[in-house]
């Protein structure tokens, strides 16, 4: 998952000042990646994990 927490980053990506920033990260992952896998490295992931380890549904 990508997080918001970029204390002890160097430089943020060209283009990104700060957590605001995250939907245009998410518009350039769709023009390089199918939508399925960006959902999941959004969060689906993270999600899945949850719901398996806590049986959450």
Request: proline share 5%.
């Amino acid at each position: 998952g990508v997080g918001s927490d970029y204390d002890g980053m160097v430089a943020l990506p060209r283009g990104m000042r700060d957590v605001t920033d995250l939907p245009r990260l998410t518009e350039a992952l769709l023009k390089r990646h199918p939508e399925s896998w960006v959902e999941r490295v959004m969060g689906g992931n993270f999600r899945r994990y949850f719901r398996e380890t806590l049986g959450g549904g």
